[in-house]
């Protein structure tokens, strides 16, 4: 079973940035994708940005030139670079994991962008 944790969420301001992170732990070897989705209040959970093993990514159109995901080297991290940030990219940010064996969570990590 795979466990995921998130880091970096924050208070920005509009225009700002921020670097989201994600570390899995336990059955990493059945990974062969990660991506970030986010849920706002009152909406349901949605694709931000995936990226497979072999470096295969999908962005929302929403976030495409604005968010980069990338892995570590160790492929058990991803993480979301958010630049240009605007007020409607504010929600709750989820890890998740692809395996053979299904999908995996994380807890999420807040983020709110305002002035």
């Known amino acids: 079973q795979v466990h995921l944790v998130e880091s970096g969420g924050d208070l920005v301001q509009p225009g700002g940035s921020l670097r989201l992170s994600c570390a899995a732990s336990?059955?990493?070897?059945?990974?062969?994708?990660m991506g970030w989705y986010r849920q706002a209040p009152g909406k349901q959970r949605e694709l931000v940005a995936t990226m497979t093993n072999g470096g295969t990514i999908n962005y929302s159109g929403s976030v495409k030139g604005r968010f980069t995901i990338s892995r570590g080297n160790a492929e058990s991290t991803v993480y979301l670079q958010m630049n240009s940030l605007k007020p409607e990219d504010t929600a709750v940010y989820y890890c998740?994991?692809?395996?053979?064996?299904?999908?995996?969570w994380g807890q999420g990590t807040q983020v709110t962008v305002s002035s």
């Open positions: 998740n994991s692809a395996t053979i064996k299904g999908g995996y």
């Open positions: 336990g059955g990493i070897s059945s990974i062969y994708a």
